[in-house]
């Protein structure tokens, strides 16, 4: 597979008062993050006094970490486009990597449709993942709450607890739990005050050339996903299930599927599902086997916005079945199934 030269772009999201602004900042300061460049959304979203080193323009200044901050008035699409071509005219420095702030009540998926849909953006950008922070002492109110920080969290690759040092180990867990319920695929981290956990931004995507297969299962979350449901079947069991605190009509299923897909068939089945229910379906991803193939493509689709399929060299382990997880609100399984069985003649296991 070629090597991916296009920008990476990282998604940066969370509710308000979950933390999202301090470690921003922890980005900000970091030597690490020379030749990136950070899209906040308005002027003093983030203090920056004390960083300021050079203001290169109105809206771009540089860091003294060597990244450049930017501050996005108006479409973000067009902010993205003016920082391309300024690169490109040599006005400022490398491009390594882009990180885009939303604000506390941000829909992620606004955001993902502009970076897949904009032709112009999607041949020099590719969304690397979308990081979701989560402060562990307010996790069940804002859940409970707000649709939007169930979102932020649904749509996560990765989700950062904020406020541990300000939490007891028990409420760390049980935030831990609380989150795991409502998206079981994503990874943990613990945000370490003034630090910026060591590559929380990289290593999302599967479109980077090197380390692929190895870390498609983790990507995928079967194994944590098992473990979630083992523990609800447990707790409704011994009747010890806790109160939910995020909105009970979000689900995760897990589809089987033994025989190998006709890759247009499969197709059609996955966009009736996006064009009829997508507004519901939350998160998808998937291993799929394809007739004729020796090793499985990879779907990843958020809502209605379905990232550009990928190839892995050979599959990660020995299960060589279609594997596909959707996170999904107030849908049940059996519509999933009917559009597999209705356009792939295929019903999951």
Known sequence: ???????????????????????????????????AAVLINEVGAVGLDHLLVEQVSEDITLLESGCLCCTVRGDLSRSLRDLFMRRLRREIGALDRVVIETTGLADPAPVIH??????????????????????VRHVHWQLAQHPEAVKQVAMADRIVLT???????????????????????????????????????????LYAPEGKTPDVARWLGEAAIREQLRLQARHSVFGAAPEPLHNASVSTY???????????????????????????????????????????????????????????????????????????????????????????????L
């Open 114 to 135: 502009t970076l897949l849909k904009d032709f112009f953006l999607a041949e020099r950008f590719r969304l690397e993942g979308v990081v979701s922070t989560v402060d």
């Open 163 to 205: 406020k541990c040092d300000l939490a007891d180990s028990l409420m760390i867990a049980e935030a831990e739990e609380r989150v795991q319920l409502l998206n079981p695929a994503a990874e943990l981290w613990q945000a370490e005050t003034g630090k910026l956990p060591p590559g929380l931004l990289s290593g999302m995507s």
């Open 1 to 35: 597979m070629d090597i991916d030269r296009r920008i990476p772009v990282t998604l940066l999201t969370g509710f308000l008062g979950s933390g999202k602004t301090t470690l921003l900042n922890v980005i900000l300061r970091d030597p690490s993050m020379a030749g």
């Open 254 to 348: 897990v589809l089987h599927f033994d025989a190998p897909f006709a890759w247009g068939d499969f197709s059609r089945a996955l966009d009736t599902l996006q064009s009829v229910v997508g507004a519901q379906i939350l998160r998808i991803k998937g291993l799929v086997a394809v007739q004729g193939e020796a090793a499985p493509r990879v779907i990843h689709a958020v809502q209605h916005e379905r990232y550009p399929d990928t190839w892995l060299a050979a599959w990660p382990d020995e299960d060589h079945r279609s594997r596909l997880v959707f996170i999904v609100n107030d849908l049940p399984r059996s519509v999933l199934d009917k559009a597999f069985s209705a356009f792939c003649g295929a019903t999951p």
